[in-house]
């Protein structure tokens, strides 16, 4: 029985029988599309692009806010958007889509479709053993020759294993795929014809009505541990697009005194709230650039766990720079949280840029070298 216990190690084997018993209540349960993060020990899962994921420390923590800051025209900044949404759909997580804008039932027709044939992933290996190997024949020559027989370290994130999935941005996803996940809808225009207009704690009706549907959602669903789901344990994945425009009944857009200057940093505090006791993650769009005051948009930031900024280059002189022919615009990540240390690791988050080719969306270095995952 002890053999079977450690893996099949026996006395002859040269291994010990002891095994540490860990409190069942202290192992992270297996979740479909998360991983524990070898760095704080947090629950993981990806935002829908490698890339992004390897600039985050390896992805988002299960309970925190991500929060896109939009850049001029909204094109990226809905890309990222539709990124996790659709690797929620890939995974079988259950999502929440609320828009003022759009029908949420029109975002989820319009999500990436994912990449799932062996010829894309044989075409990535092939990159990546090829990258190794050139690497591999440089180091040969700068090292002596009586280091060369040494283990070598593995240095390279994007050689350990993936974490996520691509999608082809020039395909929408199937019908079928859509059919097999549950998820909820709020349309700011449906609710309010259907609700009464109310006024709460100095916050405008639709941050209510929305507080009130993610709520009524984590706790009828199980999300939140009171109830045990039905199923296996599974992710709520919370995507909220626009927040703080005018279509949202917020006037901080419009002028530097609104009427309600504290109804979206109040949103935001008692949603952090909500995703700390739940299995849940959220990714919420901002038009940060039309914010007249900026000191709602510091408190905004500090309200929330990760920050990204995009800087699209259309109608602006960069976009003509030989310097940034290859991109499309820059990547500014603001904030990384904490998670169980006293500092976090931003050593990869400097000189960021995005290009968008033909059918994908990466992040690499300016420099051209990329420091991520981006082998496409």
Partial sequence: MAALATGGATPSDG????????????RLAAIAGTRPSVRHGQLLLSSGLPSLDCVL?????????????????????????????????????????????????????????????????????EKETAIKSKQESQES?????????????????????????????????????????????????????????????NMTCGYTRLLQSIQRIIYQEGFDGSYPQKKQKNILRIGIQSLGSVLWGDDICCTDNPEDIFSLTKFLYVLRGLLRMSLSACI??????????????????????????????????????????????????????????????VSGTKDLAFRLKRKQFTIETRAGSSQCDTFI
């Fill in 284 to 345: 919420i769009t901002v038009p940060a650039h039309l914010i007249q005051n900026k000191a709602i948009m510091e408190r905004v930031t500090n309200l929330s766990d990760t920050v990204v900024g995009l800087e699209s280059f259309i109608g602006s002189e960069r976009e003509t720079n030989p310097l940034y022919k290859d991109y499309q615009g820059l990547i500014h990540v603001h904030q990384i949280p904490r998670l169980n240390s006293l500092i976090c690791d």
């Fill in 57 to 125: 420390g390896g992805g988002l923590a299960v309970g925190t806010l991500l929060l896109i800051e939009e850049d001029k025209y909204g094109i990226y900044s809905n890309l990222l958007f539709k990124y996790f949404l659709a690797e929620g759909i890939v995974c079988g997580h259950n999502l929440f889509v609320a828009s003022a804008k759009e029908d949420p039932a029109d975002i989820l027709k319009e999500l990436p479709a994912p990449l799932f044939d062996d010829v894309h992933k044989n075409q990535v290996d």
């Fill in 141 to 201: 020559m700068k090292i002596a020759w009586r280091y060369q027989n040494l283990p070598k370290m593995e240095v390279s994130p994007a050689a350990s294993a993936r974490f996520g999935h691509y999608y082809d941005v020039s395909k929408t996803v199937s019908p079928e795929l859509l059919k097999s996940i549950k998820w909820h809808r709020f349309f700011l225009p449906e609710e309010m014809s259907l609700h009464p207009e109310i006024k709460t704690c």
């Fill in 15 to 26: 291994a010990t029988s002891f095994q540490r018993k860990v409190p069942a209540s202290s």
